[in-house]
Structures are given as C-alpha cells and as structure tokens.
C-alpha cells in the first residue's frame, strides 16, 4: 500500500497586481495555487511581469512536503504539508529580472517519498510587460 497521496496543483487565483505605495510604484504581483490529493496537475502556468516583486501563496490539503523549484530563477522553496484535516499555507515572494519562461517542479514528487513517484510542475512565463501594470 502507499503511504501519502499523488497531488495536483490549481492554480487559485488568476495573477493580480497589489496598488501602488503612496507616492511610489511599489507593485506585487499574487499568485495563489492549491495542491490537492489525486494525480492531476491543473492551471499550474502563469504569466508575470519581470522586475516587478511576485508573492506565490501556495495552499496545501496533502500530509506531504513538497518544493516550488525554479532552477533557472535559482528558486526553490519548501511547501509545508497540511496539519491532519487543516490545508496549510506557504507564501514566499521574489522578484524575476529575466524575460523567458522558466519550468518549475517539486523535487521531492519524482522520488519514493510520497509512495508511487510522479511529477508537478509547470511553467512561469516572464514574458509580461511591466508597463501594462497599473
């Protein structure tokens, strides 16, 4: 039997732009995902704007760890599992100066830790131009 469950990733909440700073053009773009149990990963592409800070907010519903890895942003980040029946949240932010699309992936996902091996991951496409923000 396999312990932990295969995941899927939705992507929540469509990429948004936080207002400006008062006297400033201090902008954030969100983007919240969600892992699910089951084996299908979904909406896990987004476009951003490069040079303008990112804020991910990733909600995991399985009991596992899992990485948001962007190994040509020099990215990777620890999603912590959820607490029994609670989804947990893990939020990080940085900020892309490249243009280009870049795939990201758990790296823990490929491995036995999570009992049959599989992959997540998607693409983050820098491709957005900053001066269309608000």
Request: glycine residues 10%; contains cysteine.
């Amino acid at each position: 039997a396999s312990i932990g469950s295969s995941v899927a990733l939705a992507l929540v909440a469509a990429t948004s732009v936080a207002g400006a700073a008062p006297g400033g053009n201090s902008y954030v773009q969100k983007v919240g995902i969600t892992i699910l149990t089951g084996d299908r990963v979904t909406e896990a592409n987004v476009a951003l704007a490069p040079g303008v800070p990112v804020r991910i907010t990733v909600t995991n519903y399985t009991r596992e760890f899992h990485t948001f890895t962007v190994p040509g942003l020099g990215l990777s980040e620890l999603i912590l599992p959820a607490r029994v029946h609670t989804p947990r949240e893990t939020t990080f932010s940085f900020t892309p100066h490249q243009w280009g699309s870049f795939a990201w992936h758990c790296v823990i996902c490929p491995t036995r830790m999570h009992g049959t091996p599989h992959t997540m991951g998607g693409t983050i496409y820098l491709i957005t131009d900053p001066s269309a923000l608000p």
